[in-house]
């Protein structure tokens, strides 16, 4: 079985995966990181959606092979300690959430658009592809706002 | 609907225990506020009976030492913010801080109702959660006042403590232990009157929601049980197809692959991750045999429903008619979270864990799935990734524990999102017939004739089914229409209901019937304004008969601008809707220039549900079902093509994403007194008739078949 290494989350990490697992399954069946959430497995739903060296990326469609010597950051690794990222605290602030599950997913996304544009237009929010279910759309799209307006 | 809940008194027990554990009765049913003593929970008389052990039916308030008050729920967090709402009622009553109240979700339980639906949880909960914790603070107030021997009546709480009029404080846990032995408490033990509400009525962000936005939630995939392994179904491509044969030796051969078992829904692989079940479950070779909806399609299940529509009747002798026929398409519950279950199923007991909103009957028909006793089988209640629905079936759960018995270890049971989508459930499709029949300016009589598709298996089964009928059909079209309980003064009013057979997983999907009976109506309401020269907000002004549903009405009509001019190609449209002892109305901008590609612009809501535990989580909640409208009038459904559901993912079934969603949003919550009504559904119905009337009356098209673009 091959072995990769990565950094997840600040930490640097090996596993043995077959080099076409994906990303998704790597963190949540061989590393216990739950954060990101299979939603479809197909990169259409977005609820695992995760960084990849800053960038978002969405890990059920992400072979680990990919993933070799770079750095993974999931929602567990977004905050500093215990003081949330400005999206996560904006989040918190808005009370975005209903049933959370694609939550980290949307606040990957948002922290992913925010980094590409610091003043995102409606037109910007409106490429996020997330899906929530619960349709907390339009405290996203508060949030995004917050969070860009503080920085 | 739901049988009526008897409010009136809430006896409070005191549980034999070293910590102070109080303990009320819940009522065995959910039920609508209506018809409730408004001023219930004043004239209760707490007991101080002393009950040794747990009772199950109870409502139980723990206060621990750590000065955590922990109430264990019998009922299901799917978002909905139940949680949220019962740890304000404890706090306000306990005059606890909210970070120091613990809401754990209660296993299933033997007796009592541990039932989450039909928008019952805070109408349920209201009375004995506070007078729970009413009582619980009468008796650590008592406990002070002995330890410090001061009278109780000088001694205040806040903060999770007790203050002495010197300044002194000590916290409730610290008087846990003595406050245990309090018979009879100095002070009262009635809960607040409305007017000293500090917690209650006050916009209050969710208590999970830093769990949440830090990824530390658990849902029933992220909950390690030692040794559960991933484990995947291959499924038939048509709902209810069977296996034939299967040829499982590639996949076996395949590395990570602990075990294989053909159940009934199909062949599940149990794996070392779910990439290794998928991988095996793809390298399974099955010959499949048709389901039995094989021959039907869409267009056959549409004549059929249409053939079962109760006739019309003829109309009254001198009046005008107007007249619709809708079509409603089946929808998917769709919850971000797939059904999931963990299962440890061993010779003589089980235990399992998944969100459930009908923990009892799972239990139960788990333990008879995999043939043990009730009383072997712990089901563990998980929070759950969104619902609509669709966990008061426990599909999931029956095949995990049998997948569990089979293979002999537990397992991790997952759908995928195609097995979710292709093999349901569904809001059943259904087809309408309404007639307002009018004279001299006003509707005399108003007729709703409809059928939906009922689901029927010919060999019935828990493992061919999987779920509960029971409570899903009992909540269905047993009743009379909405449009009977007399929302519109629309004279003689009446209706009945056909249904169609079928062979097809089917469920209750968030707001029920009303989501197409009562959409339906508001087209019509719309219509009849139309054919009388009248705008539909003054229309509906001069036909409601409620002042709070008039209130609703005015409010997003004021706040929403109602008869602003709009440019070609958009148009406002507005909707009113009134169940669970609640109402709502909904105002509706939208850009039609592209029909195709309609975007709701601006959604307005008011909703009067008596007291308002938590005015944010109500207006999330109707946030929701502005969504849930948006998605089934203009785009979300399900095509059945030879009995197959042709969409498989969110790339076709198309629920709203933030494209869709309105730039502005706002919700107003009607101030009120009265004990709360259901709240988690009501938005639904209100959504969806002004999403379609805004279509309409922007477009110049008289909408029927729904979703429009499908």
Redesign the interface.
Known sequence: MPSYSFLLNGKPVTVEAPADMPLLWVLRDLLDVTGPKYGCGVGVCRACTSHLDGAEIQPCVVPVADCAGRKVTTIEGLADGDTLHPVQQAWLDCDVAQCGFCQPGQIMAAAALLKKTSSPTDADIDRIENVCRCGTYSRIREAIKKASAQG | MARQLSRRRFMVYTLAASTLTVAAPLGCDGSSAEGVEPTAAGVSTPSDVLVTGTDEEMLVLEVTAANRVVVRLPRVE????ITTAVAMMIAEELDARLADVDIPLAEARKKGNQYTGGSSSVTSLYGPARELAATARAKLVTAAARRWHLPAGQLRTRDTMVIAPDGRTATFGSLTESAARIQHPAVSTKPKPTSEHRVIGRPT??I????????????A??V?VAGAK?TVVARPPTLGGKVVSVDDRAARAL?GVHAVVRIAGGVAVVA????HA?KARDALRITWAPGPLAALSDAGIRSRLRAAVPPLGTPLLGTRQVTGEFEFAFVSH?????LTAVADVRADRAELWFSSQTPMDARDSIASAVGLPASKVRVHVT??????GRRLNFDAAIEAALISKAAHRPVKL?W??NDDIRHGRMRPASHHRIRASHAGGRVVSFTHMMASVNESYEQEGPAAQGGVTGVVSGSRVAGPLPSDSGLYNFGRVSGDSGGVELAMPLGAWRSVDSGTSRTAEEIVVDEVAGSLGEDPVAFRRTTLRSKRVKAVLDKVASTGNWGRTMPAGQAQGVAVHEEYGSCVACLVEIDATDPKKPRVTKVVMAADVGTAVNP?GLQ?QL??????GISTVLQAGLHIDRGAVREG???DFH?????H?????EAHIMPSRRDPGGAGELGVPAAAGAVANAYARATGTRPRRFPINF
């Open positions: 799917v978002g909905q913010g962000t969710r999970d929601a830093r769990d949440i936005v830090t990824g530390r939630a658990k849902y995939g992220d390690a991933p590395p070392d991750s779910f990439h998928f769709a919850p971000m979270e797939v929070r759950g990734g969104g619902s609509f997952m995928s999102r944010r999330a946030m929701g079902t502005a969504a849930d993912s969110f790339a629920y709203a994403r933030q494209r969603a309105p730039l502005h949003f």
